[in-house]
């Protein structure tokens, strides 16, 4: 140790000073939102013109947080509608991620709705009821092939909570499906149905299948 502290010394360098580690880089809620996105939709980029403007205007609409950035605040909603592989998830993926690159502090839940009712069915130990507020009062919610799963009336009455209460008190949701109006008010009722129709703007996508398309 003499030695190292004389070498140190001889150097001009004080050997009673510690190197400061450097320090961690921030991590962006871009990134921590990539660590949440299913793999496939980590870097999706919103790219529908009805999308890439509800982005924007979302952003706008946040009010400032104690730090500058905008939150979330009340918005309007999109129903995202297309025939399977026509890119819904990816373009609702993309728009929370262009929410985030726009620096929107942003707490957002993402689920399909087969998830959400293995989620929400009643077993021992598990506050449901808890985990549907959670989802109800999430300042943005994608909620992704709604209508897909196997409908009673239980999911029925679920889903209509759901989206009642994002009705009611206007809190943005991204939904896709691959239901047209007809079939979606057959499938998830008549009040469902109702409220989609005055809360959200309609994004129609075509194309063929991509996923096929890939494959080929």
Known sequence: ???????LTARGVDPNTTTAAPPDEPVTALEMADARIPARYRGAL????????????????????????????????????????TGKTHQAYGAVRALLARGVRLRWEATTSADLHARLRPRTGQDTEREL????????????????????????????RLINHRYEHLLPTLITTNL??????????????????EMTERVILTGPDRRRHTRT
Do not use: F
């Not at 959670?134 to 209509?160: H, I, M, N, Q, V």
């Not at 109006?181 to 009722?189: A, C, K, M, V």
């Open 133 to 160: 507020q959670t989802l109800a009062r999430c300042p943005l919610l994608l909620l992704d092939d709604l209508g897909a799963a196997k409908t009673s009336e239980w999911t029925e009455e679920l889903t209509y």
């Open 180 to 197: 047209p109006t007809t079939e979606l008010r057959t499938t998830l009722g008549d009040r469902v149905a109702s409220r989609l129709a």
């Open 1 to 7: 140790m003499n030695r190292l502290e004389a070498i």
């Open 46 to 85: 919103a790219d529908h013109p009805q999308i890439t403007a509800w982005a924007e205007q979302i952003a706008r609409a946040g009010r400032p947080g104690p730090a500058g950035a905008p939150g979330i605040s009340e918005g309007g909603s999109l129903l995202i509608v297309g025939p399977t592989g």
